[in-house]
Each structure stands twice: as C-alpha cells, then as structure tokens.
C-alpha cells in the first residue's frame, strides 16, 4: 500500500507582500551586505518540505534540494514514488541562494542527495568545484551534450527567456516580436513608452544579472537597448511575477525578459497579455541537475537523476508542468525540440561551461553593473566602460555585491555564514539575487 | 637458481639460442621506444595544453587595470571557455596582487617560484583537494601611465583533457613501435635461419653420406665452417689410415695362420700314405709342435686385438713390479732350461709399485723373454730398478740392427726368418706400453761384441 502525504511547513508569504516594486534606489546600496544576509534569513525561513514516505519496511531515503514550486514538483515526485516505491522521498524547495549556502555549510557532511537549481552559474561553480559526481547510465551517456557537463550536470528543462506585452498595445504601435523592433519602438516613441516597459533589475536579481551578461555577450547593440530603456524611464523589478502582475493590472505594456516558464502559465489565465519568443534570439536557461560527491544516499540519488533523464519524467515535464523537456526522444509541445522548430536557431541555450564561472567573478558583476548603470542613467553613451570613467563614478563603492558566500569560491577565506548578521532590512523592498522561481506558477 | 637458465640454454638448438640472443636486445630496444614514446606524448600534449593555460592567462592579464585603489579585473568569460576543451576539464583562476594577496577568483591557487630565465609564464602539477591540478602563473606589470604595479594572474586546469592527448599520441606510436617490433623480428627469425643454412647444409650432407665411404668431404661453406669441415676431414683421413692398417693386420695374420694350418695338413696327409708307426709319432710330434705355434699365434692376435680395442676400459691398479718378474721367472723357468736358455732376475729388496694392469704386464714379460728364447738367446735376465721405475730384460741374442728396431715395433715383422717367433710379440709389448703410458726402448746390450750384441728391452714408466 502506497501512502503519499504532503505537508508545508511553512506556507510562504507571497513576495509582492514585502513592499512596493522597486524602481531604481540608490540609498539601497549602502544596506547591501546587510541585505543579502537579510535575504539568506528569509530563504531559510521560507523552505518548504514535501515528504513522500514509502510502505516499505527497508526503505531508502532520498534528500533533494531544489528551486521549484511544489505544484510543479510534485506530479514528478509523485510519479518517480510509483515507479520506486521503496524510497522515502524528502524534497526541500529552498530559494537559490539559500540552497547554494547550505550546500557549502555542509560541505564536509552532506544532508542532500541531488541538488536541482535553475542558478545555472551556482550549479556549475559547485560542480567545477568537485562537489559532484558523475552518473554513468544509460539515459545519461545518451543525453544531449548541449545539455550537460562532465556527466556530472545534466540540464533536465528548457525555459526560454521571452517578452510579454498587452494585447491593447496593438492599438498604438506593433508589438515587438524581437530584440531589435523593442530597440526600434524605444527609440521612436520614447516618450509614449516612458514608464511602461518593464524590466529586471540587473543588480538586484541575479537571474536579470545572468541575462544581462548573456544579452551583452551575444550583441553589442544590447548596450543601445539598455541606454534606450534608461530613457524611457524604464521600470526595473526584481522578480517575474512581478512585472507579470504589473502587466496584467495595465502599469506596463512591454515586459521584457521574463522566464518563459512562469510567463506561459500565467499569460494562459489571463487573455489580455501575450507572450513572445524573440525572433532574433532567445535566451534558454536550464535546470541543472547534480548528484552530491558525499551524499548520504547514493543508491538513490543515482535512480533519481537517471529518472529525470529518462523519457518518462521528460514527458510528465512537457505535459503537466509548463518546464520543457529536453530529451530528444520527447517531441510535441512543451519541448525543446517544439521550441526549436517554432523558433529556429535564435534559441540560445546558456551554455554550459566554465564561462559561467564568469558571471560570479566579484570584479566582473562591478565592472557589469556600472557599465550597465552608466547606460541607463545615459551617462557613458552605452560606451564600453573605460577604467578611468569607471573610476570617477566610483562603481566600487556604490554597487551592491552579491552573498559573499555564493559569489566567492568556498576554498575561498571569506566571512562564513554564521558569522554574517542575520539582521536586515527587510522593508526596504523585493530584493531577490537570483530568485527566477520563487514566483508561483498560478496567482 | 640464477645459474640454471644458462645451463637449460646450452641445451636449446642453435636456432633458437640465435634467437633468444637477437631477441633480448631487441625486446629491451622496444622497451625503451614504449618509454621514450609515453615520456614523448606527454611532452607533447603538455606542451599542447600549456598554450591553453598561456594564452587564457594572458587573456585575463590583458583585462587588468588599476582603478582608484586596487587592482581592476572585467573578466572575459572566453578565456575560462578557452581552458575547457572537449575534455570538459574543471576550470581555475585567481588574480593576485604585488604583495601576492588574493584579488579575485574562483579558488585560491599556489604561488610559484620565479622562473630562472626570467620567462613571464611558469606551469606546474599541483595537487589541490585532492584534485590533480597544471597550474600556469603569469607575472604580468600593468601598462598604465602612472602605475606599473606587478600582479600575477594563475590559472589551473584538471588533467582529464592532455591525458586524453597523451594517450591518444601514445596509442598512435604504440602502433608503430608494434609494426616495427614485428618486422624486426620476422626479420630476426629470417636473419637466423639464412646463417644457419651452411650448417644444415653440412648436417645433410653428413647424413647422406654412404657410410662406408671415408672420403674427405668437399662442401664449399663459410669461413666459420671451414675448420669444422677440415678437422672432420682429418678425422675421416685417420679412420681411412686405421682402416688400412687394420685391413693389412688381417690379411697378415690370416696368411700366418694359414702357413701353419697348411703345414698341418701337408704333414698329416704326408703321415697318412705310410704304415709304420714309428714314422706316424715323428709326423705327430711335429704336428703337435706347429698346432702349439698356431694356438700360440692366435692367443697372441687375440690379445694384441684387446689392446688396441680403444674402447676396453683399462681397471689400473696398485702393481709391484718386483712381484710380477718373480711370477714370470717361476712360469718360465722350467721350460727355457729345458730348452738350454739360463734365466736370470735382479730386482731390488722392496717392492716397486705403479699403477698399472697386471695382466698386460705379464703378458708384455711372458712375451718379452719368449722372443729372446726364440731368437737364440742363452742368457736371459729379468731386472726391476726404482726411481724411475723401469723393468728391463736383457739377453745375449743376435740383437736388432739398430736401422730395423722401429719396424721391429710392428706386427707380422720378422727380424730374422729362423727361429720360432711369430712376428707379434713386440708389437704387443708396444701396444701395453703405449697403454701404459712408458716408453719403449730398445737397444744392444754390448755394442762391442759383433756377432751377437744381444738385446736390451726397457720399459720405463712415467712416474706416478
């Protein structure tokens, strides 16, 4: 007999409740390390556990860690509990940082098996850092190269990045339908668009930070587009679900770069927004998957990660969850391939490789985020920042720098955890580092 | 133990000792290619991936500024992506200041000494966490206006990619030290029986010969066979004279049998046409005497026949010359004094012991002192002498001339066509003494009287 509870133990608070969406503050700045520690004290408070015990008198147990809503979630444990009834499944959903943070606390003694994060750079810098370990399977030699590394890290979905808009705009102008026909209605009708595209926040949320640093990396243009948006008085959030809300309540008419995952669900409720995969390019990111060096379990951990890659789990990701699959064997909507074939090759899936390791490097996200601020506050003209530009407006001082702990390697001698202040500010707004899926599938 | 291989190796054919010994070295030789390759592809695929390390460090290090109070860093992510090939290799760096603090990174990474010819760019093998790590650090100086501060930009990668090289190059010349092995040594195995074809060609020839055929074999081979063949022709020349002087003693001692036995049936025949009995006793008084000159004839063939079998194992043994001329003198003395021969002996008080085969010695006297009965002697001494130990008979006989001794040595020769003898009695003397190892000599007991010098026979034997 079977017997499957879920308990919350917690039930989250919806972000939105934290305060009012965040334009651009610069007082912010000064609170940042207390913040980010502020932010690591939430997570914590935050986690949720989805407990699926098995009947089995010998039972396995299995610890998972992940960034994915319960809803999304469950129809695969539930699934994988049929298939192994005789594993007792606990599954923590944890926000990024937070995950990533007890990763290292535990580095000596793991507590979790598999960790399963969207934070693609997080998930690599602990893979390259030797906490994984590799899978040797079936499903996973066969699985796509594009999608993992070392056989160590497997990415399981495929979410591209796309633009939201209202269906009234229609009645104004065309919808953009790519990265260039934004840039071209930014800069016809700047003051018609002013205040209503909408945005993240590159250095308030790491999941904008990592499109940001991809956009510029894929076309130089991308500084043009961050300079118009900055005249515009383009709005700046922290998480999707909020520029999602603010476009269904008629604040904004273009959103852009959203996670296509939440934005399907949500555009699906509610008609009068639509969604687009730029046809120029699109971003992809993927969830990475990871098997822990030292875990307690494993046995398991190993059935676990092979499920995921098998063609059942990839075709329960199409079908009941608004993730794409990933594996080629998978086709039909709610796909990579689909995505693929309405798109061509515009997709651009974040690869994944050591450049990731790019996007943490502390003197990096500073030189990115001045540049970036420079450009929007149309300062350097969307000129590649100089040293001595650099210097006189100070970025060192004024940027924000993300969680110590999970931008820095671990071997690094940094202020651990337990010594950060658990104090913060946390009325002072939505600040969310990495956070693309603390949003809830549905409202 | 060490010693049995070469002994076990003795045993192995020709061929195959050629081969082992060709072999040995040639294994040791690909031994030392398989080193040399290993080492090589190393070298190589090191050499190879170093260029990685070199130009994502100066990738990086071109990235460094100086900016308001510290070192600036915009870190390109292509040159991590440069560090990670095919081989997927997990990816380090850290930048490091003057005074060697830690700037950014991924993880620290150790220093290295400065390099002896001042080279920008050092590499190592580090082990980090239990992770085999090349390390490449860059010592770089800012290219600035104001500042020229030093910095050091290190980068790592895990092995997994050059040992994919290394192994692959090793594999490739794995192969052609292989294809060259196997050539080298079907060209050994060649090499070996095309030597050692004059050496079947001489084993086939030898077995093909008739082998009642002693002619000199007349092969052309190498030089190194050359000497086999002449002492193998030698040997065949020495049966060839062996053969014929056996064939000769047979055609002699048959013919001397011969006389006798004719003789025997002349007389008989002769005897038998008459009727007195008297006449039948002198017929077989002389037949008894030629039949006793026969029996004698062939005991003596007989024995000359075993000494010079060269097979018959000598038994040596501790003998007393003393005793066995005191022996010969009782045997004989009662016959020679019948037939008028005074028989005498001189020997020393003690006993004169060599190692020696009794019997041939007393056939050697038996033989000694007959001859001389037969030949006309009177008087007859037997002398033993010590140190050198010699035994000597003397007689007062006609002698040898001294230009027939040597012939005197050989069988069927007859100084003299009177008397008894059969011709054979110093031959076989000669035989035991060369059995023996003494010397022989013979010479006159008194040069001075003309008519019958008389014989001196002496066995001087080496000392022991």
């Given amino acids: 007999m079977r017997r499957s509870r879920l308990c919350r133990r917690l039930r989250r608070r919806p972000l939105s409740s934290y305060g009012a969406r965040s334009t651009y503050r610069p007082r912010l700045w000064r609170h940042a390390g207390l913040l980010a520690a502020s932010l690591l004290w939430l997570g914590t408070a935050r986690a949720e556990t989805l407990r699926l015990e098995s009947a089995v008198a010998d039972a396995r147990p299995l610890v998972i860690y992940g960034v994915l809503d319960l809803p999304q979630m469950h129809p695969l444990l539930v699934d994988f509990h049929r298939r192994n009834p005789d594993i007792d499944i606990v599954y923590r959903n944890l926000q990024t940082i937070d995950l990533h943070a007890r990763v290292l606390q535990q580095r000596a003694v793991p507590q979790a098996d598999v960790l399963m994060s969207p934070a693609m750079p997080w998930q690599f810098q602990l893979a390259n850092a030797g906490l994984s370990t590799p899978l040797e399977t079936t499903s996973a030699n066969a699985w796509p190269t594009w999608a993992r590394w070392r056989q160590e890290l497997f990415g399981v979905t495929f979410e591209p990045i796309v633009m939201v808009y209202r269906r009234d705009l229609a009645a104004r102008m065309a919808p953009p339908r790519s990265h260039v026909e934004l840039l071209q209605r930014l800069q016809a009708a700047p003051d018609q668009l002013r205040g209503r595209v909408v945005t993240y926040d590159p250095r308030l949320s790491g999941a904008g930070y990592t499109y940001a640093i991809e956009d510029a990396r894929i076309s130089a243009r991308y500084w043009d587009l961050v300079q118009a948006l900055g005249r515009s008085e383009a709005a700046l959030e922290a998480t999707t679900s909020a520029m999602l809300e603010g476009l269904s309540e008629g604040r904004y008419w273009i959103g852009y770069n959203l996670i296509g995952s939440y934005a399907q669900t949500y555009v699906a409720n509610h008609p009068e927004l639509e969604m687009v995969v730029p046809q120029d390019y699109a971003l992809a990111l993927q969830r990475l998957v990871m098997m822990l060096r030292d875990a307690p379990h494993p046995d398991t951990a190993e059935r676990f990660v092979d499920y995921l890659l098998g063609e059942p789990a990839q075709r329960l990701l199409a079908t009941q969850t608004s993730l794409g699959a990933v594996h080629p064997g998978v086709t039909g909507t709610g796909t990579a391939s689909a995505l693929r074939d309405a798109v061509g090759e515009a997709i651009r899936p974040v690869r994944i490789g050591p450049g990731l390791l790019a996007t943490l490097d502390t003197l990096k996200r500073q030189a990115l985020l001045a540049q970036w601020q420079q450009a929007f506050e149309g300062r350097a003209g969307g000129s590649r920042l100089s040293p001595d530009t650099a210097s006189n407006a100070g970025p060192a001082n004024n940027l924000p720098a993300l969680e110590p702990a999970s931008i820095e390697s671990p071997l690094i001698a940094s202020p651990s955890i337990e010594s950060l202040p658990r104090e913060g500010h946390p009325s002072e707004g939505p600040l969310s580092l990495f956070d693309p899926t603390q949003e809830p599938a549905s409202p | ?464």
């Fill in chain 2, 1 to 464: 133990m060490s010693l049995a291989w070469p002994i076990r190796l003795s045993h192995l054919s020709l061929y195959r000792r050629l081969t082992v010994w060709l072999l040995l070295p040639l294994a040791l030789l690909v031994a030392i290619m398989l080193i040399d390759a290993r080492i090589g592809a190393r070298d190589a695929a090191d050499r190879a991936f170093d260029r990685l390390l070199d130009a994502a460090s100066l990738a990086i290090a071109e990235q460094v500024r100086w900016q308001q109070n510290g070192l600036w860093l915009d870190l390109p992510a292509s040159a991590l992506e440069m560090l990670a090939t095919d081989a997927e290799e997990r990816v380090f760096y850290a930048l490091y200041d003057a005074e060697g603090h830690y700037v950014t990174g991924n993880r620290p990474l150790p220093a290295l000494p400065p390099a002896a010819d001042g080279a920008r760019m050092r590499y190592a093998d580090r082990e980090s966490d239990a992770m085999p790590l090349r390390l490449g650090v860059r010592r770089a100086r800012l290219a600035g206006w104001d500042r020229s501060d030093r910095f050091e930009v290190r980068v790592a990668q895990t092995p997994e990619g050059r040992e994919a090289l290394a192994a692959q190059l090793f594999r490739a010349s794995l192969l052609n030290v292989l294809v060259i092995a196997a050539l080298a040594l079907i060209g050994v195995m060649l090499a070996a029986r095309f030597a050692l074809e004059p050496l079947t060609q001489l084993r086939r020839a030898i077995r093909e010969r008739d082998p009642r055929t002693l002619a000199p074999l007349t092969l052309t081979l190498p030089r190194e066979l050359v000497e086999l063949r002449e002492a193998l022709n030698e040997l065949l020349a020495r049966m060839r004279r062996v053969k014929a002087n056996q064939e000769r003693f047979i055609g002699d001692a048959s013919h001397q049998l011969r006389t006798p036995l004719a003789g025997l049936s002349a007389r008989a025949e002769l005897a038998l046409r008459q009727s007195d009995p008297e006449r039948w006793r002198e017929a077989l008084v002389t037949m008894n005497d030629t039949a006793s000159r026969a029996s004698r004839l062939a005991g003596q063939l007989l024995s000359l026949t075993r000494l010079n079998d060269p097979e018959a194992a000598l038994e040596r043994e501790r003998v007393d010359l003393v005793a066995i001329a005191r022996a010969c003198v009782r045997d004989t003395f009662s016959r020679l004094h019948r037939g008028g021969v005074d028989l005498g002996i001189e020997a020393p008080d003690q006993e004169v012991v060599i190692s020696a085969t009794a019997w041939q010695l007393e056939e050697a006297l038996a033989n000694l002192v007959d001859n001389a009965a037969s030949y006309g002697a009177t008087q007859v001494t037997l002398r033993v002498e010590t140190t050198p130990a010699r035994l000597i008979v003397e007689d007062d006989g006609p002698g040898i001339p001294e230009s027939e001794r040597l012939l005197a040595l050989r069988p069927f020769h007859r100084g003299q066509e009177t008397g008894s003898g059969t011709g054979l009695g110093l031959a076989i003397v000669d035989s035991i003494s060369r059995a023996h190892g003494a010397r022989l000599t013979l010479h006159a007991t008194c040069p001075n009287r003309r008519e019958r010098p008389g014989l001196c026979v002496v066995l001087a034997f080496a000392d022991d």
